[in-house]
């Protein structure tokens, strides 16, 4: 089955997230346990985040 241009650009996009999420994650042991509940913090409350995406994509 062939995609269309736009859900290959959505998949680009996901995989640019990834990449932005390694990042973060190598630098976690770089942290102070203060900065990394406040960015804990930030990105649980971020919105729309990675669950909100996955629920509308399976949402019938």
């Known amino acids: ?11 680009n996009y996901i995989d640019d997230v990834a990449v932005t999420l390694r990042r973060i994650l190598a630098l976690v042991p770089t942290l102070t346990p203060e900065e990394r509940a406040r960015i804990a913090t930030h990105l649980e409350n971020s919105k729309p985040n990675a669950d909100d995406v996955a629920k509308a994509l399976n949402a019938k």
């Open 1 to 11: 089955m062939t995609l269309s241009g736009e859900a290959i650009r959505l998949m």
